[in-house]
């Protein structure tokens, strides 16, 4: 049959949509007629680029376009159990939220008073409900709560320095995930980029010799997903803030993880923390869904005429926070504030003591029915934090068959289930999984492993 005789006998749409695929799916009419649609297209291209040599049938096209439906509406979030030692999996979700912080969006979810003062009768402010604990928690003179720290970081840039110049170390001009570049967020906000120094070395007299009557801040940056080592050399937050200070030039840090206090007892030492970036700088922004443990958002602390500087801008109302997010970040400050930090399950995996996680590994190990063994691995923070720190953890390998592991961590990673492979095993690393999720778990891997053995 020809390319022609092909094409004229692709199934009509009525014809497709009375077949018995499509005939009990509980979706609106017009849903399940747009993809038949499309799938009619795509079979359409393929005939004219001699992709296939028949034409399929109204049941074949049907079940295609059944497939594509369920696919699509299949398509949301699933539960993953996260063995692989990463604390703050950008992948997974980043940071998993307190139980707290759960059943604060749950009271958020009706109606509430999110811009409307009670007392009053009037509009408020839905800063009103976020900014007096951010403040408290951090003892910082204020504050501006937005959706993520990327809008953080534009958000500064554009309402305190657009048509100015920004002064950033050129090691500094960082590029993070989704290709979220320094330079490029720099010249969206209208600000001018002023690079100084080199890669792997910039002074402190790089900093003075570039200021001029246009400048407009000085910006640091953490490096978050990389470290210059070796022959290198920067200038300190409390040389940057003094220099700042006496030529009277806002001093902005973009510390990207938000670390909320010295990591140094739990083996991650050296890493910037919120108070010593708030002591030193005018404008400190971090996420808070990272080593905080919250849900997405920015963190914007400093100055109050700066904070309400940006809190005027038109820019603020496009990268505002939600109402969902305010509830479930009031949360996590409130434990944040009163000391319970081992409610905050990022904060309590990274301070885990490491018997208490290798008493989950030999738990985890006893429920296996496949040949396995405790072992000491690595973990990591994650998320763009710590970048070259590993500290100690514990977990548990299984041993493959030759050739074995790929197909197992595929099948294990489609059950919801994402581990490591090393050597010809599977590593599971128990920082990482809670309590709750080890039987699971364990029934998971018996079910997979065993059966793939």
Not at 48 to 75: K, L
Not at 85 to 109: C, D, S
Request: hydrophobic share 45%; with cysteine; glycine share 8%.
């Amino acid at each position: 049959m020809n390319k022609q005789d092909l094409l004229r006998n692709i199934p009509k749409v009525d014809t497709v949509m009375k077949a018995a695929a499509l005939k009990d799916l509980p979706y609106r009419a017009d849903m399940i007629k747009r993809v038949v649609v499309e799938e009619l297209a795509h079979i359409r291209a393929t005939l004219r680029d001699g992709g296939a040599a028949e034409c399929p049938t109204a049941a074949a096209v049907a079940q295609a376009a059944a497939r594509r439906i369920g696919a699509t509406m299949d398509a949301g979030l699933k539960v993953v159990i996260n063995a692989t030692g990463v604390i703050v999996h950008t992948n997974l979700g980043r940071a998993p939220l307190a139980r707290q912080a759960l059943k604060a969006i749950e009271a958020a979810a009706g109606y509430s008073n999110l811009e409307f003062d009670l007392e009053r009768g009037e509009r408020g402010s839905r800063q009103d409900h976020i900014r007096p604990l951010t403040r408290a928690c951090f003892d910082a003179p204020d504050a501006l709560v937005v959706n993520n720290n990327a809008a953080a970081v534009l958000l500064a840039l554009t309402a305190l320095a657009r048509g100015r110049e920004v002064i950033v170390s050129r090691g500094e001009l960082v590029e993070i995930g989704g290709s979220f570049r320094i330079p490029d967020v720099m010249a969206l906000s209208g600000a001018r980029l002023r690079e100084i120094g080199t890669t792997n070395k910039t002074r402190l007299s790089d900093y003075a010799a570039a200021i001029t009557d246009e400048s407009a801040l000085i910006m640091k940056v953490h490096r978050s997903n990389f470290a210059v080592v070796g022959f290198s050399e920067e200038a300190s937050i409390k040389e940057l803030s003094e220099l700042a200070r006496s030529r009277r030039i806002p001093f902005f840090i973009d510390m990207g993880s938000g670390v909320p206090f010295d990591l140094g007892a739990f083996g991650i030492p050296n890493e910037w923390t919120i108070p010593e970036c708030l002591e030193g700088a005018d404008i400190v922004s971090f996420s808070a869904d990272k080593v905080l443990g919250g849900p997405q958002a920015g963190i914007i602390l400093g100055r109050s005429e700066l904070i309400q500087a940006m809190a005027r801008h038109p820019l603020h109302r496009a990268v505002r926070i939600d109402k969902l997010t305010i509830a479930s970040l009031n949360a996590t400050l409130s434990l944040l504030s009163t000391g319970d930090f081992q409610e905050i399950p990022v904060l309590r995996m990274i301070s885990q003591d490491i018997a208490t996680v290798r008493a989950r590994a030999r738990r985890f190990r006893r429920l296996l029915e496949v040949k396995a063994e405790v072992i000491a691995t690595q973990a990591v923070i994650g998320g763009g934090s710590a970048p070259t720190k590993t500290f100690g953890s514990c977990g548990v390998a299984v041993a493959c068959d030759r050739g074995q592991a790929p197909r197992l961590h595929e099948r294990l990673r489609r059950e919801g289930v994402v581990c490591r492979i090393e050597e010809e095993r599977l590593i599971f690393d128990l920082r990482t999984v809670s309590d709750q999720e080890v039987r699971p778990l364990a029934e998971k891997v018996n079910e997979v492993v065993g059966h793939g053995t």
